[in-house]
């Protein structure tokens, strides 16, 4: 996938029970321009037709089912849907402004790796969020920061945009795996999936920048936010993604230093040799007589007879015995190998054999035999 200056964007939006306020916002989506490639609707086994409505406002969305329960899955399942070069995360009850897509996308095209909404910077505001949620979102503001060293100013809202290419940095639970017997949650499956890719983005060293946002009142229905539930377990959040990061630094150090204990002052890792596998011994059962396929046959061996001496029992039908066939010399072959001619000695040269065909050994083996 290529960062580029005209990027497709796609927008993933989970759903649960949210039929009245897609009336309104996927309309208002598929008129952002530069439009946008797709939306993804996530749905939570909804039981108010949220589906039926989103295909029958918008008959190009894009319908998935989520495979556990809790936001932080549906997610999950759209980021794993989307095709597009870009992903916002946008929430269905209204209280988001598609208007501000461009600008999300504008901050990642300028250099970002992950733009985040925040409502507390110049431009951004709130007609939603109460004195007390205000209070605790800027304690739980300052604690990120002192964790990761960041400098956030709303770590708790879920309006943000990602290239889809740092997917494998936030390292979120499979989308595959079972939703657990008791019925829990996944670490990441569910509220605090916002807080987790805040954590993990910023310990990872990506390119943060914050855009200005205005949060609207929920259209239609009731949020499911629980004010002291929800930010305690954002504050378990920081803990654990803390002790998670610190973890990770700990095994890259560790992987660092085993590198650079094996790499010269040059600069080239030192690769161990291969070991060589010894190469087989040539085989030395061979015999003339032997079949091709099955092995020799365990017959004692008859010693040489002299030259043109019968073989008892043996026929002599022209055909030459097989000791006299040139054969492979095999290893402990007692013929005594002939000694080096020193320079200037003359050649010997060994008598020749005189050769016969089969009718004349016949006919010099009948008079011998006379």
């Known amino acids: 996938m290529q960062r580029n200056g005209n990027p497709r964007v796609s927008v993933v939006v989970p759903t649960r029970n949210e039929a009245r306020n897609l009336e309104v916002v996927l309309p208002a989506i598929a008129a952002v321009r530069p439009a946008v490639h797709e939306i993804i609707i996530v749905d939570g086994n909804s039981v108010d037709g949220t589906i039926e409505t989103a295909q029958r406002v918008l008959p190009w969305v894009k319908v998935i089912t989520q495979t556990r329960k809790g936001k932080g899955n549906a997610m999950a399942c759209g980021f794993a849907a989307a095709t597009g070069d870009v992903i ?185 040799p291969t070991p060589q596998a010894p190469s087989p011994a040539p085989s030395v059962n061979v015999s003339v007589n032997s079949p091709v396929n099955g092995p020799a046959p365990s017959k004692p061996v008859p010693s040489k007879p002299a030259h043109g001496t019968p073989v008892p029992g043996k026929p002599t039908n022209g055909a030459v015995p097989a000791a006299d066939v040139p054969g492979p010399s095999e290893p402990g072959d007692r013929r005594a190998a002939a000694p080096p001619r020193a320079e200037g000695q003359p050649r010997v040269e060994a008598p020749v054999r005189e050769k016969r065909d089969g009718v004349s050994l016949r006919l010099a083996l009948e008079e011998e035999a006379s």
């Open 88 to 272: 916002v995360m946008f929430d269905a009850d209204g209280s988001a402004d598609p208007a501000e897509i461009p600008a999300f996308v504008r901050a990642l095209i300028d250099g970002a790796d992950f733009a985040k909404g925040s409502r507390f910077v110049r431009g951004g505001g709130s007609d939603d969020i109460t004195l007390l949620r205000k209070s605790g979102n800027a304690g739980l503001n300052g604690v990120a920061n002192a964790l990761f060293g960041t400098s956030y100013t709303d770590l708790c809202y879920g309006y943000n945009a990602f290239w889809a290419d740092i997917l494998p940095v936030l390292d979120l639970p499979p989308i595959d795996t079972a939703q657990p017997a008791d019925g829990s949650m996944l670490w990441g499956d569910g509220f605090e999936i916002e807080t987790v890719l805040n954590c993990r983005v910023a310990a990872a060293g990506l390119k943060i920048t914050e855009v200005p946002s205005m949060e609207r009142e929920r259209i239609f229905g009731q949020t499911n936010l629980r004010t002291f539930a929800d930010g305690t377990r954002v504050l378990r959040t920081l803990a654990a993604e803390r002790r998670r990061a610190s973890r990770r630094s700990a095994e890259r150090v560790q992987v660092e230093e085993q590198s650079r204990a094996l790499t010269p002052a040059g600069g080239i890792p030192v690769v161990p």
